[in-house]
């Protein structure tokens, strides 16, 4: 069974904090993505890696910077955490570009 | 404007309903069409991948693609409590990226 596990459902942090949310995959994929995902606006992408070391920016990268050290690992940092980042964060990996996106169960994080 | 528009509902039927979820997009780059499923409290999963115009159909679930006219479909006949969730299109063009709709929420009642 396929499997993508964020370290933690939920999350309460302060406004300054470093956050990391972190993210394993089980499949060897080559591709990992960072959404966020808020009401009415769907799914947004936030930065991917294609490769280990390898990353890009999507949608919305601002606040926010990644690692990829190994291929099965991929982390998102909040360097400076804001109210406005409250959301639910979702990992994601994927075989190739433009396949089937294999999720994890999301990380719920409130900044307050 | 949106490059891909869902109304994000909710959508209230009862139970054994034929329910059509849509989304509408702008982009006519866009070759794979996709349904995710949305769980409360978890992450979307896969329902339906389809490649260009036509029909699709696996089990309950029908997905169309109308590439004239821009515009996708999924169809859940005889709709089932379980099938309550958030559905989310999800469309990839000539690039890499996936754009998502925003989800509609369904909810079938027993």
């Known amino acids: 069974d396929v499997k993508v596990t964020q370290s933690s459902r939920y999350l309460v942090k302060r406004t300054g904090e470093k956050v990391f949310l972190e993210c394993v995959q089980d499949m060897d994929h080559e591709n990992m993505f960072w959404y966020r995902q808020d009401p009415g606006l769907g799914l947004r992408l936030i930065y991917f890696s294609y490769d280990v070391k390898m990353k890009e920016k999507g949608d919305i990268p601002e606040g926010y910077s990644v690692s990829r050290e190994k291929k099965e690992r991929f982390s998102l940092i909040l360097e400076s955490a804001s109210t406005n980042q409250t959301s639910m964060y979702l990992c994601?990996?994927?075989?190739?570009?433009?396949?089937?996106?294999?999720f994890g169960q999301g990380t719920r994080l409130t900044v307050v | 404007q949106k490059e891909v528009e869902q109304d994000p509902g909710p959508l209230s039927v009862p139970e054994g309903a034929i329910v059509s979820l849509n989304c509408t997009y702008s982009n006519s780059a866009f070759q794979y069409f996709m349904w995710y499923r949305q769980y409360s409290r978890k992450g979307p999963e896969l329902l339906m991948y389809?490649?260009?115009?036509g029909n699709k159909e696996d089990g309950r679930f029908t997905a169309q693609v109308d590439k004239s006219s821009k515009y996708i479909s999924l169809f859940i006949r005889d709709s089932q409590p379980s099938d309550s969730a958030t559905y989310l299109c999800?469309?990839?063009?000539?690039?890499?990226?996936?754009?998502f709709g925003a989800g509609t929420r369904l909810f079938v009642k027993a």
């Open positions: 999800a469309m990839i063009g000539g690039g890499f990226k996936t754009i």
């Open positions: 389809t490649y260009s115009s």
């Open positions: 994601a990996s994927s075989l190739v570009m433009n396949t089937e996106a294999f």
